[in-house]
């Protein structure tokens, strides 16, 4: 029977609209910051970032707030797929089915360099940056309290952390719009993967179910040894269905037949 993919949430493209929202956002930063540093017109703007009064400040946090947050949702986007980008080509448990989502950007960008994954590696480390840009934009303005070269220190690192995020943001939707294309012709994942039942989804016709049986009840450390000790591969294959097939984990094709 001919595969029929389940039809994706509208809300897919989500992510790739934040990206865009989120290039746009730090692209505009360097140009404000560089914008406010080069030019003495008298204007309002020039006005209100001379007036050193806490409402510059509080403007530039926001500033860093808000690109912290963005930078934090990016980070778990990748952190959601990434497993299963690795099922694209059989790896054996402990890379793969044996893995959790790390909890936060610091466990991220430890797991994520091992693996040579270069653009999971280059999204944790601007996402652990930006959680400093409220401290780093909050010093951006001038202070009569702050020396000039400490004020260009501040402006100078804030413009290259910034042209940093601009390429990673760059590298993200290059693999948005080519990357993913390719990993969708060999893989189709029409269910999200942030909850328990969309990860039930690719596990529910697996024969894994059956030869794992009762081995969830162990310890995890027990479990865990079990399982790699099996010595067996997974991948993402087109699994059988009732009523067809469909996309889901199971052994690799040379291991199934054990």
Request: proline share 5%; glycine share 6%; with cysteine.
């Amino acid at each position: 029977m001919p595969f029929r993919p389940t039809v994706r949430d509208p809300k897919i493209r989500k992510p790739i609209v934040m990206r865009v929202i989120t290039l746009i956002f730090v692209v505009g930063l360097p140009v404000l910051i560089l914008y406010y540093e080069n030019t003495i017109l008298d204007t309002l703007f020039e006005r209100f970032m001379d007036s050193q009064s806490f409402g510059v400040r509080l403007l530039f946090t926001s500033f860093g707030t808000a690109l912290s947050g963005l930078w934090s949702y990016h980070f778990s986007q990748t952190a959601e797929f990434q497993i299963y980008d690795r099922l694209v080509t059989p790896k054996p448990a402990r890379e793969s089915t044996l893995l959790s989502p790390p909890s936060n950007i610091f466990i991220g960008l430890w797991r994520f360099s091992p693996t040579r994954d270069i653009l999971a590696s280059n999204i944790a480390l601007a996402a652990l940056v930006a959680k400093f840009t409220p401290i780093l934009f909050s010093n951006i303005p001038f202070r009569n309290t702050v020396t000039w070269k400490m004020h260009e220190a501040y402006m100078w690192m804030a413009v290259a952390v910034l042209s940093y995020m601009v390429i990673v943001l760059v590298g993200l939707l290059g693999w948005t719009s080519f990357g993913e294309r390719w990993r969708r012709r060999k893989v189709h994942l029409p269910v999200k993967v942030d909850t328990i039942l969309g990860c039930m989804h690719y596990l529910v016709e697996s024969r894994m179910v059956q030869v794992l049986e009762g081995v969830s009840m162990s310890a995890r450390k027990g479990r865990d040894r079990l399982v790699s000790e099996m010595g067996r591969l997974y991948v993402l294959v087109e699994v059988e269905k009732g009523d067809g097939r469909r996309m889901g984990v199971d052994y690799a094709a040379e291991e199934a037949r054990r």
